[in-house]
């Protein structure tokens, strides 16, 4: 696959193989408080962080052939992530293998419905790939928008750990 070319397509977006190009759309949004406010301990990534989390997903994709997907809109402008990571028994926090996705979409987009349309396509093609049999997702509690969102696509909630809710998944049979 070419980084640039879509891994799939929506309406209105277009969801592209995470590249060395989307580094600096990671930096912006990970530098905006309301964007991170539900993430971590709430705080801006540094820089360290960012290119941390940059290389980790170009890593995965290469080892996994799937991964984190920059979202972009029909005028080509990044808008936002989905993040797409395997995670192992241990790494899940549901006591069995998973694919873990999250999102985040740029406040300048918020409202418009890009989140559930971006992490939809991402679910669906998942599942119709055969690249997962189940999926999880973390939320905290009080980013009830978030947690909305997961219950559109058939999240359902599996357990807490303080203030993080654990979603989960399952591939549908057929």
Do not use: C, Q
Request: no cysteine; proline share 5%; aromatic share 8%.
């Amino acid at each position: 696959m070419i980084p640039n070319s879509p891994w799939v397509r929506t309406e209105r977006l277009e969801l592209r193989r995470w590249a060395p190009e989307h580094l600096e759309g990671l930096r912006a949004l990970a530098a905006l408080p309301e964007v991170v406010r539900y993430v971590g301990d709430g705080t801006p990534w540094d820089d360290a962080t960012v290119a941390a989390k940059h290389e980790a997903a170009l890593e995965h994709w290469r080892r996994s052939g799937f991964g984190w997907l920059a979202v972009h809109d029909a005028s080509g402008a990044f808008v936002g992530l989905v993040s797409v990571n395997e995670r192992s028994v241990g790494e899940s926090g549901i006591g069995v293998p998973a694919v873990e996705i999250g999102y985040w979409v740029a406040p300048a987009a918020w409202g418009r419905g890009y989140g559930t349309e971006a992490a939809g396509a991402v679910v669906d093609e998942l599942f119709a790939r055969g690249l997962a049999e189940r999926l999880v997702a973390r939320h905290d509690r009080a980013n009830t928008a978030s947690g909305r969102l997961l219950g559109k696509l058939g999240f359902v909630p599996h357990h807490a750990v303080d203030a993080l809710v654990y979603s989960v998944l399952e591939r549908p049979a057929g």
